[in-house]
């Protein structure tokens, strides 16, 4: 089976920059993807990493290591509107649906 | 381009009613996914589906619930008999393929009295 361990609360600083970690289990892997969740909202794709290193999409990027299992988001020039759950996800095989980790609240303040 | 659409939005039942929820997936999208959230929770995969086959429904409760995806029409998934337990965030994803990003709809969320 799959599992994902993301802290979960952050709060920082507008302005300033947050890295939320993601460490997971699987059987197999495949790729490693964020998703943000404002209250009340769907989720929505952020950025996906299949190969280790750093994926960069303007103020987020995504980092990787598969030796570690282990992945991160940052977010750069935090605004209030990044505000939101992160969650990240993984699939287990080229088959297999995405398994969702339990998300990180990030409360962005002034 | 629509993007992936639910309806409805909010649906209240009864204890003991029948809940429908339909999804239409992006154009061009064979790949249908639900969850299920509940409150300040992650969200929890239930049912996979491409075109009129089940492919993964590892996580779908295996009494009262149960999915479709016909040739023609939405994607529907069917709550039976419904308990307060049901009363969530019911997401569909859909995908062009098993490997590319998924894109959500807006959710139903389920309210059960």
Redesign the interface.
């Given at each position: 089976g799959q599992s994902l361990e993301q802290p979960s609360e952050v709060t920082a600083v507008e302005g300033a920059i947050v890295q939320i970690n993601c460490t997971y289990q699987t059987s197999g892997f495949?790729?490693l993807?964020w998703?943000q969740q404002h209250d009340g909202?769907?989720?929505?794709?952020l950025s996906?990493n299949a190969l280790d290193g750093l994926e960069e999409t303007g103020r987020f990027s995504s980092f990787l290591s598969r030796s570690d299992s282990y992945g991160y988001l940052l977010l750069q020039e935090l605004q209030m509107k990044d505000s939101a759950s992160y969650?990240c996800a993984v699939?287990g095989s080229?088959?297999?649906?995405?398994?969702?980790?339990?998300?990180t609240r990030l409360s962005v303040i002034a | 381009n629509a993007g992936v659409m639910q309806n409805p939005r909010h649906l209240v039942r009864r204890r003991g009613q029948e809940a429908r929820l339909r999804c239409s997936p992006m154009k061009g999208h064979s790949h249908v996914y639900w969850y299920r959230q509940l409150p300040e929770e992650g969200l929890k995969f239930m049912v996979y589906l491409q075109k009129e086959n089940i492919i993964d429904e590892s996580g779908m409760p295996k009494e009262r619930f149960s999915a479709e995806f016909p040739k023609e029409g939405p994607s529907i998934l069917r709550i039976q008999q419904v308990v307060r337990g049901d009363s969530a965030a019911y997401f569909c994803a859909s995908s062009p393929s098993i490997q590319d990003e998924q894109y959500f709809g807006p959710g139903t969320r389920l309210t059960v009295t």
């Open positions: 495949y790729g993807s998703y909202g769907a989720p929505t794709f996906y969650f699939s080229g088959n297999t649906p995405l398994v969702f980790g339990k998300g | -």
